[in-house]
């Protein structure tokens, strides 16, 4: 079987914006699923590890734009594992359009956990260290890895929203393809019309549950740069966010 | 070409619910994504009626649910046309598991519009009448056809919300799909785990825009029965919706 695997996809009309072009959120839903296919196929997947009480945790995600898909573009997402230590593994992905041509490139940085405990757990413990056999050196994937985001003073609380039914994941967890929609949603439909997501990371760091209130701080770092912080009722930060934009164009 | 179209559907991770099972909006959006490649197929499809200044409107959707499609599970959607009128059209769903059991059964109602004058079109003027080729009489969808509600006095506003980008389609319109999302958002989590959707229905009667609040008004029609209306920023009803639950048995 080969070690990088390809997985097609449509920018179906519901997950497009205003302007036609495919959410983030669901171009992240589709590699968080090219994952889960890729690593079901080759023996890791979450059915398997769900066997033997562990699961993967998304810890890290980055996603970088170069021609988002329009609505029913066909796209391919190929995905690969760049590495894996003990505790964590790398795992990227290259969004290639009908056309031949990149649509965009992806990272994401992923934890092995015991379900049980909930504690991070050896990734070489599974199956002789089998992931080692999936690891693909040498490709292309030019974009930054996730980093880490230093907080300042600077964030001012801008949005509090209350978690819903539709929030919630299998395991009681706000779903992490949510927080990408909620994240972007605090910018208005007016800032899109002269921006576009140039890059978007996210790092998932506690939990929050249903019932949770979420606060969401923001601050600008560069002129299109700014960093988001979303903390939990009791003040636990869960995730932060740095999102990057460029403007648009204005075609004469 | 068969008259019915089936498509396959996978239950996305990230589009199910605290339970494991598949959320009603994303069933939704699979059988709108069914109907549009029905039609595509067979020549009356969206991106060809867009040539003609033509597009299928979506006014009425109503699902029951026989047993909703759980994590990982494989499904496909069947889709039929019922019947047709000048203005208006029928189209069925019936969601059928790898198992061969029904899962669940759907039923639409869509009008064609002039996009520029948005008015409804004769539908049976595009192709001379060719919707008569694919419309197939002979077919089980044993669920009440969509009902009007009567609204009465005992709608009590129990929530407003702010649209934001995610809620807008490439029309600028609140996405069909995200109402039913919001829709059933109005119940918690733990109502969710005593008790199951039986029936979702909705009516599109007006567009809302970015930048609208929309107002849910919500009236207890019978013990697990429920009138959903939903009101935009100047008053005007943009949709109606009954929701019918059913108890889960707990299993000892």
Same mark, same amino acid.
């Given at each position: 079987?080969?070690? !990088?695997?390809?997985?097609?996809?449509?920018?179906?009309?519901?997950?497009?914006?205003?302007?036609?072009?495919?959410?983030?959120?669901?171009?992240?839903?589709?590699?968080?699923?090219?994952?889960?296919?890729?690593?079901?196929?080759?023996?890791?997947?979450?059915?398997?590890?769900?066997?033997?009480? $562990? &699961?993967?945790?998304?810890?890290? %995600?980055?996603?970088?734009?170069?021609?988002?898909?329009?609505?029913?573009?066909?796209?391919?997402?190929?995905?690969?594992?760049?590495?894996?230590?003990?505790?964590?593994?790398?795992?990227?992905?290259?969004?290639?359009?009908?056309?031949?041509?990149?649509?965009?490139?992806?990272?994401?940085?992923?934890?092995?956990?015991?379900?049980?405990?909930?504690?991070?757990?050896?990734?070489?413990?599974?199956?002789?260290?089998? !992931?080692?056999?999936?690891?693909?050196?040498?490709?292309?994937?030019?974009?930054?890895?996730?980093?880490?985001? &230093?907080?300042?003073?600077?964030?001012?609380?801008?949005?509090?929203? =209350?978690?819903?039914?539709?929030?919630? =994941?299998?395991?009681?967890?706000?779903?992490?393809?949510?927080?990408?929609?909620?994240?972007?949603?605090?910018?208005?439909?007016?800032?899109?019309?002269?921006?576009? %997501?140039?890059?978007?990371?996210?790092?998932?760091?506690?939990?929050?549950?249903?019932?949770?209130? %979420?606060?969401?701080?923001?601050?600008?770092?560069?002129?299109?740069?700014?960093?988001? $912080?979303?903390?939990?009722?009791?003040?636990?930060?869960?995730?932060?966010?740095?999102?990057?934009?460029?403007?648009?164009?204005?075609?004469?």
């Amino acid at each position: 079987m080969d070690k !990088i695997g390809r997985y097609e996809f449509l920018a179906e009309p519901f997950h497009c914006d205003y302007s036609g072009r495919l959410f983030m959120g669901h171009l992240g839903n589709h590699m968080l699923n090219a994952a889960d296919f890729h690593s079901t196929a080759r023996g890791f997947g979450m059915k398997y590890l769900m066997t033997i009480q $562990r &699961a993967w945790v998304l810890s890290r %995600l980055a996603i970088e734009v170069v021609d988002m898909p329009k609505m029913y573009d066909k796209f391919t997402i190929e995905t690969r594992v760049e590495s894996a230590m003990k505790y964590f593994t790398n795992r990227n992905f290259k969004v290639v359009g009908d056309d031949g041509r990149v649509k965009a490139w992806g990272r994401s940085v992923w934890a092995m956990i015991d379900t049980e405990t909930r504690h991070p757990e050896d990734i070489y413990a599974i199956d002789n260290g089998a !992931i080692n056999n999936w690891i693909v050196k040498e490709y292309d994937c030019p974009i930054e890895k996730c980093g880490r985001v &230093a907080v300042s003073d600077g964030v001012q609380l801008i949005k509090k929203i =209350d978690t819903t039914y539709s929030d919630v =994941d299998i395991n009681g967890h706000i779903n992490s393809v949510k927080y990408i929609e909620h994240v972007l949603d605090l910018w208005s439909i007016d800032w899109y019309k002269q921006h576009k %997501l140039k890059r978007f990371e996210i790092a998932y760091v506690a939990e929050a549950h249903q019932g949770d209130k %979420l606060s969401f701080y923001r601050e600008q770092l560069g002129e299109l740069e700014y960093y988001v $912080r979303i903390v939990r009722s009791d003040g636990t930060e869960t995730c932060r966010s740095k999102v990057v934009f460029e403007e648009i164009e204005i075609e004469n």
